[in-house]
């Protein structure tokens, strides 16, 4: 599997064509005036649809950004600017004010002017002009002067223009945790005890979760995070196409969310130069989050002077969040700083017990503007910790949110903002402390030779309490503030030669760090990906860039060793049963698409393993709540159980997967494979509105795919149809220093334009693990040009 990657990679390489190729009459030209704009500037779009952004000033820069951002992917931003303003119901009717109301609750409310100096010396200009360059093409849009999306059309809505300060405010697209599990290990531990709660979520450093003095778990909703989830949703237009949309029960809801926030991670790493076969650097990064279309990120590259930086980040903020410039390059990881929790209040009326005494809750009055219907008023209720996610009268008890969100310099990704000029180690560890969210692990590699990495994350200090559960909100469980600048760890130069993450537990022990005495978190990513990728690279003495590729690629699970461990001393008379454990136990554990082993092991560990253990471990109260666990801490319970108990159950789960697999693939074996059932096929939410035809151009795939969540290639899917449902959008392998050489691929394409050629171009690159070259030099850039877009002021 990676020397098939490696080949395509190289072929397409070779494809490219030579770096300082002259321009050629073939090159579409454009020349254009933009009102805002403050001196002559150029957009070279190469052949994948990446923009090249050459302007006299960085805000000129900064402002063509948002200028042609929305010229790609004009209905994904405005949609995420209504989305976290609460501002769907004015565009798309009365079916949204729920959820308006729920988004307006995460707003940044605090003071601005320490919002902003939160950030780079350079964001607010980036901010400021970013935004008036997305307000320049909507102009041109409303006026009529630039075509108008089709979503638009199927909505019949228009899109709006952006005050800067909506860029920053907006918080909910920033990963932040770890509410949701609270409230799980709560209505877990009513149910079933800690036990239970052990099965349903591993704890790493290995933990016992106290339950906090004046706590009662079992007094915690199961739908106390329903605003919550429903603030923080992706928008469905059901609704508007006349599909009834019920809400799941609570603990199934509450169980759907934590899967779906299991599936959300990352890959990274630097390798020093001794370690590689030139003698540079190289930085690789495969951020995983939904897939879908348009493409989570974009990848854009910017030059003015004093800014110099290419890669990508989500199209609706300035810069790039993961990328280099001249001299460094960085990427992320989330790294799991739990920075919620939930308080439980005893209340009179709308004021909550706090240090004795009884103190009113903030009352915030807010008009919903409705589409077709007279303006809705709302009120939001804010306790001293935050937003009041739930009240319930007839107990005298009401729920809320204290999260990082709340704080100055919380907006999501754009602490990338201080590494864009980043010139050493030292301003990159100055990017590190000025961190808010996501938390990250951030690596780094310069064109010294030095790599290194980085917790990062604002950090909440908790004195009494393990973070892992709700707690009273009288006063007894507060944050002391937040962990000092210098205080998460970092590693410089390693002496391994690497460093890799991929979202697992990598605090180091004490006496190196004391994790102990500052509990930065507990609940990590399974171990899989980041076990696999550090086998690769300790076995790889001088890498390549092509090693790097085929690493973001590779299919084979860790994970999926220790399943065929359990299963290796069994046997059974049933045939079926036979021929699959001989199938699992020969396999190499690599999920390639053509797989059967792979097939059965994914529909075995993840659909039926899991709730066939539930059922024999824990009390029916807690099934649901547990059911949706992850392979691993099921893995673990019977990794530490005898035979006499942990056989039947591997025996009668993998039977039930071996039905649920006749079922879908038919009885013959030897026919199944993996790629028969995971695929991966994209259709925007907007697709339910448009008729058939425009459905169809809107969608894209299916491509067989290979991996699973347990892969490096991390390819998570949905049981009911085992369709991909997140992992990597963009991967990035850098050639530090010799930038050019450096490799990317977006899925599944740069533009969001439905009849554009870059709308799917990249898809069946990304699905194959190929890559395009990502050019830095205008020369390079040049010999790759599709279009030159001239631009002057109006």
């Known amino acids: 599997m990676l020397g098939r990657i490696t080949g395509a990679a190289a072929l397409l390489a070779v494809l490219a064509g030579p770096a300082n190729a002259e321009l ?22 190469d052949r994948w649809g990446v923009p090249h952004i050459y302007a006299k000033s960085a805000r000129d820069a900064f402002f063509l950004q948002g200028w042609n951002a929305a010229r790609d992917r004009l209905w994904q931003i405005d949609l995420w600017r209504k989305r976290g303003l609460g501002r769907l119901s004015a565009s798309f009717g009365p079916a949204y004010v729920e959820q308006d109301r729920a988004a307006r609750l995460f707003l940044y409310r605090g003071d601005m002017a320490a919002e902003w100096a939160a950030y780079d010396p350079g964001g607010r200009e980036a901010v400021e002009a970013f935004a008036s360059g997305v307000n320049a093409y909507v102009a041109e849009v409303n006026a009529g002067a630039r075509p108008l999306p089709p979503e638009f059309r199927l909505t019949d809505s228009r899109p709006e223009p952006w005050a800067a300060e909506d860029i920053l405010r907006i918080r909910s697209h920033a990963l932040v945790s770890n509410a949701a599990s609270e409230v799980a290990r709560a209505r877990t531990v009513c149910a079933g005890g800690l036990a239970a709660d052990a099965l349903r979520r591993r704890l790493e450093p290995e933990h016992t979760p106290k339950i906090p003095p004046g706590l009662d778990p079992c007094e915690v909703p199961e739908d106390v995070l329903k605003d919550y989830t429903l603030g923080t949703a ?112 005893e209340t009179r009326g709308d004021a909550y017990r706090y240090k004795g005494g009884f103190e009113p809750m903030r009352v915030v009055r807010e008009t919903i503007e409705v589409k077709g219907e007279a303006p809705r008023e709302v009120e939001l209720r804010f306790t001293r910790h935050g937003p009041v996610l739930k009240v319930d009268p007839a107990k005298n008890r009401a729920f809320a949110l204290r999260t990082v969100w709340n704080e100055p310099g919380l907006a999501g990704y754009f602490g990338s903002s201080r590494m864009w000029r980043a010139a050493g180690w030292a301003d990159f560890q100055t990017a590190r402390d000025r961190w808010g969210a996501p938390p990250l692990n951030l690596v780094y590699a310069d064109t010294s030779g030095e790599i290194g990495w980085s917790a990062a994350g604002r950090t909440p200090v908790r004195p009494n309490w393990d973070g892992l559960t709700p707690v009273p909100g009288d006063g007894r469980y507060e944050w002391r503030g937040f962990l000092a600048d210098g205080g998460l760890p970092a590693v410089r130069n390693p002496t391994e030669g690497f460093f890799a993450t991929a979202n697992e537990m990598n605090i180091p022990a004490d006496p190196a760090y004391p994790r102990q005495a500052r509990q930065l978190g507990f609940e990590w990513a399974d171990r899989t990906r980041s076990v696999r990728i550090k086998e690769v690279l300790s076995a790889t003495p001088k890498a390549t860039l ?21 299963l290796a001393p069994l046997a059974s008379d049933d045939p079926e049963l036979a021929r699959a454990l001989a199938l699992l136990k020969s396999w190499d554990a690599d999920e390639r698409t053509d797989s059967a082993a792979a097939a059965i ?37 019977h990794e530490r159980q005898p035979r006499r108990v942990r056989d039947p159950i591997l025996l009668g789960s993998l039977r039930a997967a071996l039905d649920e697999l006749k079922g879908r693939l038919g009885p013959d074996m030897a026919a199944w494979s993996w790629g028969r059932l995971h695929q991966a096929r994209f259709e925007p939410a907007a697709a339910v509105l448009a008729d058939p035809q425009l459905a169809a151009q809107m969608s894209v795939g299916p491509l067989q795919v290979a991996g699973s969540a347990s892969t490096p290639r991390a390819a998570s899917w949905r049981g009911s149809d085992f369709r991909q449902t997140a992992g990597a959008s963009v991967r990035l392998v850098l050639d530090v220093g010799a930038w050019d050489n450096s490799m990317a691929v977006n899925t599944p394409g740069q533009s969001g334009d439905p009849f554009s050629p870059h709308y799917r171009d990249l898809f069946p690159l990304w699905a194959a693990g190929t890559y395009f070259p990502l050019r830095f030099t205008r020369p390079a850039v040049e010999g790759d040009t599709e279009a030159v877009i001239s631009l002057t002021p109006r």
């Open 24 to 45: 050629t009459t073939a090159v579409r030209r454009e020349a254009q005036s933009v009102a805002g704009l403050q001196q002559p500037a150029e957009i070279l779009v």
């Open 234 to 345: 992706p928008v469905s237009f059901a609704p508007l196409a006349g599909h009834k949309q019920g809400r799941a029960p609570g603990a199934v809801e509450l169980a759907q969310f934590l899967e779906s926030q299991a599936a959300e991670g990352s890959n990274n790493w630097v390798i020093a130069p001794p370690r590689t076969a030139t003698g540079r650097p190289i930085l690789a990064n495969d951020p995983h989050r939904p897939v879908g279309v348009p493409s989570l990120r974009y990848i854009a590259h910017l030059e003015a002077p004093g800014l110099s930086i290419i890669g990508a980040g989500e199209p609706a903020l300035p810069g790039v969040s993961f990328g280099h410039n001249g001299k460094t390059a960085f990427g992320i990881t989330i790294f799991y700083i739990d920075q919620e929790d939930l308080y439980v209040y």
């Open 546 to 566: 092509a090693d790097s590729m085929a690493l973001q690629g590779d299919s084979v699970s860790a994970q999926a060793r220790r399943g065929q461990a359990l």
């Open 601 to 637: 092991y994914e529909t075995w560990a993840v659909k039926h393993l899991g709730p066939a253990t539930v059922r024999a471990a824990t009390p029916p109260a807690a099934h649901a709540l547990v059911g949706a666990s992850s392979p691993d801490p099921v893995l673990l319970w």
